[in-house]
Structures are given as structure tokens and as C-alpha cells.
């Protein structure tokens, strides 16, 4: 799970239309990821769209209470070990 404003904290999915409607065989991994990248660090004023409003509007009114929300997040969801494949 993610935190932020653009992407789906259920799927993974962001709010990006490169990867959507936009896609073209000619964009590289690079270009994709540098386009990620600059979503996810850009200003919830930028024209990439929203997943979820309320935390857009926490990040917007109350910095602080959204930073903390997000380290929550990481220790709850980020820090555990995930294991893909169990070997039997």
C-alpha cells in the first residue's frame, strides 16, 4: 500500500495517463519512470489528476498530519517482509 494523493492505495494503480490512454511502444522504461517520478514529487496543484481526494486535501491543509499518516504507512505496510513464493 501507498500513501499519496495519485495512486490507488487497493491496486497500485496511478493516476497517469501516460499509462493509459496515452501509451505509445515508442516510450522507453526510462521515460516512463522519469515521468513516474516526476507525478509522484510533483505539487497536488500539477494537471496529473487525483486517486484520492482526501489525502490531496490533508497533504494541502495539514502537512504535518498527512507526513504522518504517510511514515504510518511505511511501518505498517513498508518494513514487513513480503514473501512472493513459498517453497514447500
Known amino acids: 500500500k501507498i500513501y499519496h494523493y ?31 517520478s516526476s507525478m509522484l514529487f510533483s505539487s497536488p496543484q500539477g494537471d496529473f489528476g487525483t486517486m484520492h481526494p482526501n489525502v490531496k486535501k490533508l497533504y494541502i491543509d495539514d502537512r504535518a498530519k498527512h507526513d504522518q499518516t504517510a511514515r504510518e504507512w511505511v511501518t505498517e505496510y513498508a518494513q514487513k517482509p513480503v514473501h512472493f513464493l513459498q517453497m514447500q
Request: glycine share 4%; net charge negative.
Open 6 to 36: 495519485r495512486v490507488n492505495d487497493e491496486n497500485g494503480e496511478i493516476c497517469m495517463s501516460l499509462l493509459q490512454e496515452q501509451w505509445s511502444p515508442a516510450e522507453t522504461v526510462s521515460k516512463v519512470l522519469v515521468k513516474i
